[in-house]
């Protein structure tokens, strides 16, 4: 049975959504770490429950509602027991979520995570049901810094916010305008989590190149220095905005041999008309010829991507033509979702709006067409050797390890226990599937 030392409480905290999420719950645990809680799988036994929550579409916020509906009857038997919703569904909807759930206790969005210990407090103390979703214009250092490292990899964000404004979008509505932190501030993080075991290191914003807003040096000038820092391998950064990639940029990865050799670089559709409504700034020649200049440079390079399929409007040519840009790009994978509307954002209101039945054959087509060129470009890897950071057990085998390429592949590997998370080895891939790469490690000498 676990022995939970007195006075230390128990925290239930589950993530929906995106790389930023995922470090706004780690910022979450830290802050409750300072008021003496631990985190729990069991929903059961804890003192509070948190849903860090997404609303980028509207299938992502509809499961947090489920989830949500699961606490009812546990709150019901435990009065004390604290329910809470944060992230972009608690900035979204704010006071309504109160009047949705009535168990509810806590509404609070990612701006207000540093105020959770008082929120926490109040709430015990009063029996309060609170809403805190105000949001500010420039960042206060304390909202960050109590993540501490958990591991051999670790999410730092350095911005918040967007000002893009694509007509698709909540985020700029949910997480506010574009700010950036001061890079010493960053630099400071990011030692602190290489002290504590941290090797590889990803940079996170809604849009990174735009970082320098407000600093002291620009996107490509922290890039320099975050790699400096002793301990830190392989430094990865999201999301990036492809109107924004810089020359500076580009030939960065030429001179930092620490950057991962891999792009996240969303290019939503193949159709210029579309991207136009979408308000995404480029063309997709342009994207194109970011992505070639990519390839050229650095053959190695592995470019992922975002794609919505079904935006108001969108034709069966104009859908033609995204399929055209996926098979001339040969992406290594794609984040592919059908477009649903959402609140406060102009393409909600645009005409066009397309069935789910044509939205979801499109998804699937496209799907289908792209896992066919992961499994190619996957196979193009077998016979090669390849560093990976070991990330721990295989999710499909516990006997293996798993690594992560610097090109952001998965390899699966047999391994007899000299190494461990956080170990850089070198792996020969022997397999290739759509979703990863299978290899061994090669004996000394051979």
């Known amino acids: 049975m676990e022995q939970i030392k007195e006075g230390v409480k128990k925290v239930f905290l589950e993530t929906f959504g995106c790389q930023m999420n995922e470090n706004d719950s780690e910022r979450i645990l830290g802050f ?20 860090n929550t997404c609303s980028i579409r509207d299938k992502a916020e509809q499961k947090v509602y489920s989830a949500l509906g699961r606490f ?21 909807e704010g006071q309504k979520l109160l009047k949705r759930a ?32 105000e949001q500010s214009a420039s960042i206060d250092e304390n909202e960050y810094g109590l993540v501490s490292a958990s591991g051999e990899k670790a999410f730092v964000s350095i911005m918040r916010g ?38 590889e290191l990803t940079l996170l914003g809604q849009n990174v190149n735009s970082y320098g807003a407000g600093s002291d040096v620009s996107f490509p ?22 109107k924004d990639i810089s020359e500076e940029l580009i030939y960065l990865f030429a001179e930092e041999l620490k950057l991962a050799r891999h792009m996240h670089l969303p290019v939503q559709s ?15 020649s342009e994207y194109a010829a970011k992505v070639k200049l990519l390839k050229r440079l650095y053959p190695e390079m592995a470019v992922t991507t975002d794609i919505i399929v079904g935006f108001p409007g969108e034709t069966e040519d104009e859908f033609e033509e995204t399929m055209a840009l996926l098979r ?36 699937q087509r496209l799907q289908e067409a792209q896992r066919e060129i992961s499994l190619e470009r996957n196979l193009e890897l077998v016979g090669r050797r390849v560093e990976v950071i070991v990330e721990g057990t295989s999710k499909s085998d516990e006997s293996e390890f798993s690594g992560r390429t610097s090109c952001n592949r998965i390899v699966n590997f047999p391994f007899d226990g000299a190494a461990g998370p956080g170990d ?5 891939v022997t397999e290739a599937y759509p979703n990863s790469l299978r290899g061994e490690v090669p004996q000394q000498g051979k």
């Open 32 to 51: 409750l770490k300072d008021i003496r809680y631990i985190r729990t799988n069991e929903p059961s036994s804890a003192d509070l429950i948190i849903l």
């Open 72 to 92: 009812r009857e546990l709150k019901e038997g435990r009065p004390g027991l604290i329910v809470g919703i944060a992230g972009c569904v608690a900035q979204q």
């Open 102 to 133: 009535p168990y509810l206790d806590l509404v609070f969005g990612p701006h207000n995570i540093h105020r959770l210990p008082d929120l926490i407090g109040e709430i015990s103390e009063k029996r309060a049901r609170l809403v805190a979703v």
């Open 162 to 199: 967007c000002d893009n404004f694509c007509a698709y979008c909540i985020v700029p509505y949910t997480r506010g305008r574009e700010v950036s932190r001061e890079s010493g501030d960053i630099i400071d993080e990011v030692a602190r989590l290489a002290e504590g075991g941290v090797k």
């Open 221 to 242: 000038e922290l890039l320099r220095l975050v790699a400096r820092v002793d301990g830190i391998r392989r430094v990865r950064f999201i999301t990036s905005h492809p």
């Open 270 to 284: 193949g159709s210029d008309r579309v991207l136009k409504e979408m308000g995404r700034g480029y063309t997709a």
């Open 328 to 363: 001339a790009l040969r992406f290594e994978n794609v984040f592919s979702f059908m477009y649903s509307p959402r609140p406060l954002t102009r393409a909600a209101s645009f005409e066009g709006q397309l069935p789910l039945e044509v939205r979801s054959e499109r998804l």
């Open 424 to 428: 850089f080895i070198e792996v020969a």
